[in-house]
């Protein structure tokens, strides 16, 4: 993971504030889709489920 870190960490380095910018906009924006669909799916990125809710007096609802 270091060596992609290193390698894009260059790249950036590399490219115009105009474009660095924009490809710093698709990312977040695909991070956010992602994260999204993993609360929609209550699900972890490991794939594993997320635990139930703890019921309470407060969310018991009749």
Same mark, same amino acid.
């Given at each position: 993971m270091y060596k992609v870190d290193e390698w894009l960490a260059a790249l950036l380095a590399s490219v115009e504030s105009a474009? &660095? !910018?924009r %490809?710093?906009?698709k990312m977040a924006q695909q991070l956010h889709r992602n994260q999204q669909y993993n609360n929609?799916? !209550?699900?972890?990125?490991?794939g594993?489920?997320?635990?139930? &809710?703890? %019921?309470?007096a407060r969310t018991? %609802? &009749?």
């Open positions: 474009v &660095r !910018q %490809v710093m906009c929609c799916l !209550q699900c972890n990125p490991g594993s489920g997320d635990e139930p &809710r703890k %019921v309470t018991f %609802v &009749r």
